[in-house]
């Protein structure tokens, strides 16, 4: 990517700046730090630094200590790591989410998102990015559903949906920042990822859900945050380890953690 | 024989109000029968909307409706709650029509659900009070209660009942339009309405348009009535006209910080929803709606006018109410149309996300305008039959 020298200048001028955290960079500023190729986020490990970092796949990256405060309301508290530059797009799990939970053609409850993003100068990285719901801690849908339809489970944190409840206002969809809603004709109701609550989670006794079972490179790693044991909490609790969430800076506090490997 | 005898003649006629009321109807149940149709076949099939853009044109009456209700409630506190004699003649109407706005803009809303019969259910029986779409439907359902005691205290000529009634409607329904915005500022993911200034910028749009559809209300009843208007009318008119005139250039003012953070990204929360409405594809729509209709050219004719020519003022109503009528569709459609994804490259991600309102969507919209026209018809014929108007 060519970067002139105004473009260097900008940048040169805000690493002079006195640091305010990543949360007021409005996100203008931020698409324009990833055309230059850059991204900025915090410092890992509970810093709260200000730093302009290569971008390659690390976008609205921040600390450990700001997306994880060490308390996990839910017991399981489950959680959803990707290890993102493992995903060949074989869509086995796409395949595996809709036949286990009889997903309606009408739409899907995750994707796979092909990103290309800028490495070096002139150079490109193609990255595989499955999304799905991020069971967030302060999820923007259950706030917004005026009659409960869409709830977050006391136990175990899953957003789940009472389908019997929902008066199809689409609301949930609107607050949900992460596109992982749809309505479906079929049930007049929306469908979400539920982390297989009434599939596969039971059929396994709360181990593994139907895409992380069908995925044959390990990319979505499914676990528990209050078992130290499980690799999902291993994989965010080393040290140093970068590891992100999408979309930080609308505080919805995901549940589904990405790393690179 | 001896019944028909006793039933004055002005009961039963049917003049060319009554036609016009049967051919605004008509077309209103043309209208709403396609959002009968759409229940039965389901929205994916016939509307607009998809999973990026939830939220269709259908919003826009609802908001427009709803806040019309709220302004048309204010100016009716003028005469009936703070004693401005000045607005004490404009009082039965304006009731009336702030009754009828809400009405129209609740069934928008009904239409614009899935499943509207599990509303009455869970709305009781699961109420959910941290989410503001169940207090927006509560406190409006129970601001239409309070305005029709409102309204048969005031037929039934008891003022000072009907002053109670308005106090709490008034409350109620102010209640209701703070909670519109934070309704939608907390959808902060879509780039919706999240800007400081909202809650003031709704307050002035509302009793802008209640303004406005006073003006326009009252000068085609006049011609449907072939009355020519009292001097206590006319100067409510020319009061409301002065009201009309201030707040237009409060929306000036507000119109002009959405043009600046069009332009420039540190005035606004929502820079690329804003972006696109004032400089994208939108533009065309912004500018001749929202500053030409809405506000430039109701401000000249309201200045041509002085206040006594009433076909300008109406016509500057009319314009007004097109208007904000656009930039209510804009304040639910733009903020929408900004990619979920939009930072992280994708590839294949459009730009921004489309939409048309479909051929359903636009008819339940047209069939909502007139069911509206045509209870304002019905309101003029129920008033001139029992001597309401007044
Ligand atoms: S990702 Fe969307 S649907 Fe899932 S909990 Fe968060 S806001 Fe709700
Ligand atoms: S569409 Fe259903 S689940 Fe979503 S907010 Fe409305 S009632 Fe709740």
Redesign the interface.
Known sequence: MKVNKEDNMKIEDLKKLSNEGIKNI???E??QF?QFGLAITGVFLGGTVLSLTSAKNV??AVSGGKILDGNYPYSPHYTMVIREKHCIDCEKCLDACRSTNNVSL??YRTDI??????KAPGERE?IF?P?LCNHCNRP?CV???????TFKDEINGIVRMNI????????C???????A???D?EI??IDKCNFCYDTKLKESNGKITACAAACPANVRVFGDLTNPDTPAYKLIHSAGKVFWV??PE?N?MPNVFYVEK | MILEKKIDSKYITFGPQEILFVVLAIISMIGLSFGAHALLV????VFG?S??I??GILISPYVFFACLSTGLCIVLSLGQIFNIEVFKPIINRTAFLSLVTMATGLMCITL?????W??PF??LL???P?????WK?TIYSLFMIFMVFNLLSLFMKNEKKARIFSIIALLTVTMGNLNMNS?MA?????G?WSENYMPLYFLTLSTLTGCAAILLFTWIANKLNKETPTEAENNALRATSRLFLALLVGLLYFTGVKIMGGFY??FT?N??AMYLLVQGNFAPNFWIGEVILAVILPILLVLLSRGRNKGMLAIASISCLVGTFTLYYHLVIVG?LIP??????????PQYYSYTPSLHESMITVGAIFFFLAAFVFGEILFRKINFGK
């Open positions: 409005p996100s203008v931020r698409r990833l976008d609205g009408h739409g998102l092909e990103r290309s993003v800028p193609r990015m999304i923007p706030r917004v559903c005026p009659t409960s339809a019997s409840k929902c008066i199809g206002c689409k609301t969809m609107a607050a949900c920042p992460y596109n809603r749809f309505f004709e007049r109701a999408l979309r609308l919805s | 389901g929205h994916d099939n909307t999973r990026e939830p939220w614009e659900l899935e499943n509207p599990r509303v869970f709305a699961s109420p959910h941290a989410s503001n779409i169940w439907t309704d907390i959808l902060g993911g879509r919706f990204p540190e929360k820079p690329e929408q979920h994804y939009f930072q992280f490259n994708v590839v294949g991600l």
